[in-house]
């Protein structure tokens, strides 16, 4: 935040203030399966509490010959991750690391994850350094 002070006038940048106050928001990267026919099988709604979802790519996106097409939409998708946005990992396996490694490379290795725990049936928020010790 820049703050000038002219004539006994405080000029705030607000625009640098508004970006750190930004509600975070939940990557999913694939849909929910089912959801094209309106019956997804899980419900996602939980992760709600840890920001505003965006769903990346459809349910069925798949990596099947060459990760290059999925890598330069992944890209593009991601890249406005922030350090308090979120990871909700749905879908096709390779994907998911695809992603995992794009959202490494954009924060320096430092992300956040939700993780579902069926016993207590909800959604746990995980950090990651990746160069910590």
Do not use: M
């Given at each position: 935040m820049t703050?000038?002070?002219a004539h006994d006038i405080i000029v705030v940048n607000m625009e640098k203030e508004k970006s750190l106050d930004k509600e975070p928001t939940?990557?999913?990267?694939?849909?929910?399966?089912?959801?094209?026919?309106g019956k997804p099988k899980i419900n996602i709604v939980g992760a709600t509490r840890y920001g505003k979802?965006?769903?990346?790519?459809e349910e069925n996106s798949q990596i099947i010959f060459s990760p290059g097409p999925i890598y330069i939409k992944l890209?593009?998708?991601?890249?406005d991750f922030k350090l308090?946005?979120?990871?909700?990992?749905t879908?096709?396996?390779?994907?998911?690391l695809l992603t995992g490694i794009i959202v490494a490379e954009i924060t320096n290795g430092k992300f956040n994850l939700l993780k579902w725990d069926k016993q207590e049936?909800?959604?746990y928020p995980i950090e990651f350094d990746?160069?910590?010790t």
């Open positions: 703050t000038i002070i939940v990557y999913v990267i694939q849909e929910i399966a089912g959801t094209k026919i979802i965006k769903f990346l790519l890209r593009r998708l991601l890249k308090h946005d979120y990871l909700l990992l879908g096709d396996p390779a994907i998911i049936a909800k959604y990746l160069h910590s």
